[in-house]
């Protein structure tokens, strides 16, 4: 008989050509374990690794035997290595029996790992009991902040590149540059002292534009 030996790049190949699991059966059992009526106190999250237990780097290729109940994965190219010296085909998660015939790479888990919301420095994420997922440090009310100071900061913008101004009479407009703004400052209410005014732009022009504070 010849006998011919796999390295572990072979055994790599054909667990791809196998296919994934596919992310729906994920997140399925996602739904049931965080759905356990079993629990006295009911689990709307749980975090999850993205690092191997072996490698303690996030996975390229997250897979787990179809013989495992968990949803934890392990990188399958570390796996494969480390069975290539020293065959085990024990699951570093369960230590449980996971053969190469039982491996599948989970396509939740490809996604998630692959998911630009994934920063690069992250690797825990929180599951949630209708499927979906965060970063484990994502903060919906510090997004929020983000999203108003970005707008504020887009309307400061647009207000300080705005090159015309309205005079008021249609189809009549000026140049920014060729009106003199001016604010008046008046330390009292009845003052019939003329207020300081401070010139912003121009001094050629004959425009003046005065707010009262």
């Not at 994934?118 to 949630?128: A, C, G, R, W």
């Not at 504020?152 to 309205?166: A, G, M």
């Amino acid at each position: 008989y010849h006998v011919e030996n796999l390295t572990y790049k072979d055994l790599l190949n054909q667990l791809k050509a196998k296919g994934l699991r596919q992310p729906d059966y994920t997140r399925a059992l996602i739904k049931e374990k965080l759905a356990d009526q079993d629990q006295e106190i009911a689990t709307t999250s749980c975090k999850v690794t993205l690092a191997c237990p072996l490698g303690k780097m996030r996975m390229n290729a997250p897979c787990r035997a179809s013989t495992c109940d968990h949803l934890q994965c392990f990188d399958a190219q570390l796996y494969l290595m480390m069975n290539e010296k020293k065959p085990k085909w024990m699951c570093p998660v369960c230590n449980k029996p996971a053969m190469m015939e039982n491996l599948l790479i989970d396509g939740f888990f490809l996604n998630l790992v692959q998911s630009p919301r994934l920063p690069p420095d992250e690797h825990e994420i929180v599951l949630h009991n209708d499927g979906t997922w965060d970063p484990l440090n994502y903060n919906k009310d510090d997004v929020a902040k983000l999203a108003t100071k970005a707008t504020k900061v887009s309307t400061t913008t647009l207000l300080l590149h705005n090159n015309t101004l309205n005079t008021g009479q249609t189809g009549s407009k000026r140049s920014y540059s060729d009106a003199m703004d001016c604010i008046t400052l008046d330390d009292t209410e009845h003052s019939d002292t003329p207020g300081k005014r401070i010139k912003l732009s121009d001094t050629n022009s004959s425009d003046i534009v005065c707010i009262d504070l």
